[in-house]
C-alpha cells in the first residue's frame, strides 16, 4: 500500500515534505516567482517527480516562461485561463483557455504573456536521467525577450543575467480567478 505523503507549511504555501500520495490545492500550494519568467506552482517539493514534471505557470502580458528551447522529451500544455503568445518552430500562435499545446520531443517552442491579465497554464513533461536540451537562435523569440544570443545546450548559459527564481506568495492579483 502507498502511503500518503505529509504536507507541510512553507513561506509560500504547501509543500509536500515525504513520499506518497497527496491532494494538494492550487490556491494553497508553494510558488515561485521571477521578475522577467512570471510565476510558477511547486507541487512537488525538494523532491521532483523521477517520471513525469508538472507545474501550473502564471504569465501576465509580455512575461515569457523561460528561454525559447527544444530538448528530448516530450511536454504537453493546456491553457488554463486568460491569453498567451506560443512560439514555437519560429511560428506565432495566440492561445486562449483551453487550448492545447502537444510538443513531440525536439520541438522549438516557448510561451509569453498576452492579453489583458495573467494567463495560467498548466505544464506536463517527461524526466529521465541526461536529458538533452538546446536554446537555439531565434529572432522570433528574442524579439519577445525569450531568445539567446548564442546557441547553447547549457542552461546556465541560457539563463546568464536572468536572475533568480524565489519562493513567491501567492495573491488575489496573481490568479485573481481563485
Avoid at 23 to 45: I, P, Q, T, Y
Avoid at 68 to 76: C, I
Amino acid at each position: 500500500m502507498v502511503e500518503e505523503a505529509r504536507l507541510v507549511e512553507t513561506e509560500s504555501g504547501m509543500s509536500p515534505a515525504t513520499d506518497g500520495w497527496y491532494v494538494l490545492s492550487l490556491a494553497r500550494a508553494a510558488w515561485f516567482g521571477h521578475e522577467r519568467f512570471g510565476m510558477a506552482c511547486d507541487f512537488e517539493g525538494e523532491k521532483e517527480f523521477p517520471q513525469v514534471g508538472v507545474n501550473v505557470h502564471v504569465l501576465w502580458p509580455g512575461q515569457p516562461n523561460g528561454m525559447y528551447h527544444g530538448e528530448d522529451a516530450q511536454e504537453d500544455f493546456l491553457v488554463l485561463c486568460g491569453e498567451c503568445v506560443l512560439l514555437v518552430e519560429g511560428q506565432e500562435r495566440r492561445l486562449r483557455a483551453w487550448d492545447f499545446v502537444h510538443c513531440p520531443p525536439w520541438t522549438e517552442h516557448i510561451f509569453v504573456g498576452a492579453g489583458e491579465g495573467p494567463c495560467a497554464i498548466l505544464m506536463i513533461g517527461a524526466r529521465r536521467p541526461g536529458r538533452a536540451i538546446d536554446y537555439p537562435v531565434s529572432e522570433l523569440a528574442r524579439s519577445h525577450g525569450a531568445g539567446v544570443e548564442v546557441e547553447t545546450p547549457r542552461p546556465a548559459e541560457a539563463y546568464a543575467g536572468s536572475g533568480e527564481w524565489s519562493r513567491a506568495v501567492l495573491s488575489d492579483a496573481s490568479l485573481p480567478w481563485l
